[in-house]
């Protein structure tokens, strides 16, 4: 397993040993980002200039499999679920889904009217939302089975946001820093805070993680040179670090190992069982430490992800397995935690499916491709279902008609069989036969082949009836999305409408009050001006 930390290069170092065991630069300033795929296959790069950059730990060297060839790109995220998609930010404030086997766009989500460049990136737990901070401070929530913005956060408390991302297992809590030194939690389903801890640092929160052992446990380093540990449910600081470095980035991996890249060029590693000092120090940068990065534990799979640079591979034809994919949606489960339920998305010996959540839903009828074999589109991967099923189907029948029909077997060509008169269910009757040698009739291969047949045939009716009700239930679950997504719009656009109507209502309560008081300072005028009248 490695370790990666960047400032002018990029360091691996053995996060067993802590030995320096590659280094790779080719661009001039300090880069801006890395990140790792989750299956711990590939690393993301950003540099100084916002170029994204697509890298591979080989054994003696760092290689680069790939440049992703947009204009003004400036951030960039991998999809939560394998390497295939990315999400990349511009400057101009665009958000597009990049798709790493075609080389090609393969989403492109509406721009914002106010046209910021987009700093931070990423992907909820469930890979159904898109979040998107941007220069001016707002963050932009793209639902990824509507493809439109569903949610701008805004935070009262600052307008300058330092570091964003998802919590890894809450879908909807998504966390915030800011310059000012706050930490946010924001639950992006009600729209409400969380968490919220104000001036925690005395300076700009510099980075911020979330614990992989303990949901509950969040840290943060800031340009105070402190790190604080939070307690999410209790709302709480339990811990606080003071270093003498001013801290930049912040990283944690499954064994409560803590990494802290530092203004000076040094990565301090703590153990957060023991945070009375660090057990290491590296000192492999002569510039600032922008990001820290643990690889992650790589995923066990039963049929191995085509890599990055076998893109032009052609999937053989034998190598394509029963059409029945299992299909998984959790986007219907209310709480935050839906009961894990572990299912193959692909069947043993076929490619891996898309790693886009639509794609598993079968909903995103633009993308649905298989995973590592971007060459099919998702009507063409239907029908190619659909004609190997009726293959399959008509195997099946071409299995039976041999087995119920044995005469067209190789083995009974030459064969004389007796009559039907003279015998009854292949046994003579009475003992009358006819002129042909029984000894020379073999018995048909059904009695022989009378299981394989059943559990055959069983088995292609099990895999047709799978296929109709998966089919069934993706057009059920494409309609009631529609209804659900229409019913919303329609909700947000009446509650505009009573907000508008409820402000108009303050407005004339206002003016009808202006009024009153104005006829009665006319009515004492009036009485001033009849006094002074009598008394003349």
């Given at each position: 397993m490695y370790f990666a930390s960047v400032s002018s290069r990029l360091l691996l170092y053995d996060s067993n040993s802590w030995d320096l065991k590659k280094s790779y630069g080719c661009y001039d300033g300090v880069l801006r980002d890395i990140s790792w795929s989750d299956d711990g296959k590939y690393i993301l790069q950003v540099n100084s200039?916002?170029?994204?950059?697509?890298?591979?730990?080989?054994?003696?060297?760092?290689?680069?499999?790939?440049h992703i060839p947009l204009k003004d790109t400036w951030s960039a995220s991998f999809h939560r679920d394998g390497h295939r998609n990315i999400a990349i930010g511009t400057k101009s404030g665009?958000?597009?889904?990049?798709?790493?086997?075609?080389?090609?766009?393969?989403?492109?989500?509406?721009?914002?009217?106010?046209?910021?460049?987009?700093?931070?990136?990423?992907?909820?737990?469930?890979?159904?939302?898109?979040?998107?901070?941007?220069?001016?401070?707002?963050?932009?929530?793209?639902?990824?089975?509507?493809?439109?913005?569903?949610?701008?956060?805004?935070?009262?408390?600052?307008?300058?946001?330092?570091?964003?991302?998802?919590?890894?297992?809450?879908?909807?809590?998504?966390?915030?820093a800011t310059d000012e030194g706050h930490v946010?939690?924001?639950?992006?389903?009600?729209?409400?805070?969380?968490?919220?801890?104000?001036?925690?640092?005395?300076?700009?929160?510099?980075?911020?993680?979330?614990?992989?052992?303990?949901?509950d446990v969040l840290l943060s380093s800031g340009y105070d040179k402190i790190l604080h540990v939070y307690d999410i449910r209790l709302q709480n600081v339990v811990s606080t670090i003071r270093t003498s470095y001013t801290l930049t980035s912040l990283a944690i991996n499954s064994d409560n190992l803590v990494a802290l890249g530092t203004k000076t060029g040094l990565v301090?590693?703590?153990?957060?069982?023991?945070?009375?000092?660090?057990?290491?120090?590296?000192?492999?940068?002569?510039?600032?430490?922008?990001?820290?990065?643990?690889?992650?534990?790589?995923?066990?799979?039963?049929?191995?992800?085509?890599?990055?640079?076998?893109?032009?591979?052609?999937?053989?034809?034998?190598?394509?397995?029963?059409?029945?994919?299992?299909?998984?949606?959790?986007?219907?489960?209310?709480s935050d935690t839906p009961p894990k339920i572990n299912l193959d998305m692909s069947v043993q010996g076929a490619d891996n499916k898309a790693d886009s959540f639509l794609v598993m839903m079968g909903l995103d009828k633009s993308n649905f491709e298989l995973d590592d074999d971007g060459n099919k589109s998702a009507d063409h991967d239907?029908?190619?279902?659909?004609?190997?099923?009726?293959?399959?189907?008509?195997?099946s029948e071409k299995n039976i008609s041999k087995i119920s029909t044995p005469l067209n077997s190789k083995a009974a060509e030459n064969l004389?069989?007796?009559?039907?008169?003279?015998?009854?269910n292949g046994v003579p009757d009475d003992g009358c036969c006819s002129n042909i040698n029984l000894l020379n009739v073999k018995q048909p291969s059904c009695t022989m082949q009378g299981n394989n047949f059943d559990t055959k045939t069983v088995e292609e009716l099990k895999d047709f009836v799978k296929l109709t009700l998966s089919d069934v239930a993706d057009d059920n679950r494409n309609y009631f999305l529609h209804i659900m997504m229409a019913?919303?719009?329609?909700?947000?656009?009446?509650?505009?409408?009573?907000?508008?109507?409820n402000e108009q209502i303050q407005n004339l309560v206002h003016n009808q009050n202006a009024l009153v008081d104005i006829n009665r300072k006319l009515a004492l005028e009036v009485d001033l001006l009849k006094a002074r009248q009598n008394s003349l």
């Open positions: 200039k916002g170029l994204v950059e697509i890298l591979s730990p080989a054994e003696h060297d760092v290689r680069s499999l790939q665009n958000v597009v889904i990049w798709d790493t086997k075609n080389k090609t766009i393969i989403k492109t989500f509406p721009t914002p009217s106010q046209q910021y460049s987009v700093n931070y990136l990423s992907y909820n737990a469930k890979n159904t939302s898109l979040a998107a901070t941007t220069q001016n401070g707002d963050t932009v929530i793209y639902g990824l089975v509507s493809n439109i913005p569903v949610l701008t956060v805004k935070l009262s408390c600052s307008r300058s946001i330092s570091a964003m991302k998802f919590h890894h297992e809450s879908r909807s809590l998504l966390g915030l946010v939690l924001r639950d992006i389903t009600t729209n409400k805070d969380k968490a919220f801890f104000e001036n925690v640092h005395a300076s700009p929160v510099s980075d911020f993680a979330f614990s992989l052992i303990n949901k301090l590693v703590y153990d957060l069982r023991d945070l009375t000092k660090p057990f290491n120090v590296l000192k492999g940068h002569e510039e600032e430490v922008r990001r820290v990065a643990f690889q992650p534990a790589r995923r066990k799979t039963l049929s191995a992800d085509i890599s990055l640079r076998e893109d032009n591979e052609v999937t053989s034809p034998q190598n394509v397995q029963s059409p029945v994919k299992t299909r998984t949606s959790d986007m219907f489960f209310v239907r029908k190619s279902e659909r004609h190997e099923l009726k293959y399959r189907q008509l195997d004389g069989f007796p009559s039907p008169i003279g015998i009854t019913l919303t719009k329609q909700k947000l656009f009446l509650e505009k409408q009573l907000s508008n109507m």
